[in-house]
């Protein structure tokens, strides 16, 4: 089986260091603190190219990267230094461990996070060590095309070719379960974001929880 986990929301909660890193780069490069953001779900490359055209910018490959570059050093500031109350969530470290020693599983991560901002929150967090490779929002602007990314790279990875009815897509957002649905895979939706079980069962989840902890019938 092949587990496909989402971060924010998910296994973290970075306590506000993510979006604060985002309002001070804002303030950096355009002198303001930017736009109301949706971040639930949402793509890295996705909230970017909406900033830029809040300002009026036209994003480019350097105006992006530049962005990037300055969002990931205020992210790691604020993780490391910042004094959020980030936190990894409930039954987290449970779950992954028993995923782990279980044989046949696989572990990725399918996030709207870039590739440097994602190992810097599981870095952090000490969860890096259980997901060797991933698809983020860095790879594309679109959530539901990462699901295919992640396919590609678990094939590398393990050599093997998952089937839909193998993989599970584990996230806190109604885009997470869109985002599983577009490779045919199933969604275990979790309730410790911002959205609750009777939300997430309405979008389609094929399976939903309050938290992590309690998924004993689920695996
Ligand atoms: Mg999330």
Redesign the pocket.
Known sequence: MLFLF?????LVDTGGAGLQALEETNLSLFQAPGPPLDL??ATDLGIVDYIHRHFGIEASDKSINRYFDLYHQRLEWNLSRGGFPGKVLSGVHDLLGKLAARPGSTLALLT?NTQAGAAAKMRHFQLDHHFPFGAYGSDHADRNQLGHIALERAHTHTGKHFQPEEIWVI???PK?IACAHAIGARCLAVAT?RFTVEELTAFGADHTVESLDLISNWI
């Open positions: 989402d971060i924010d929301g998910t639930a779900g709207g996230g806190d957002t997470d974001g």
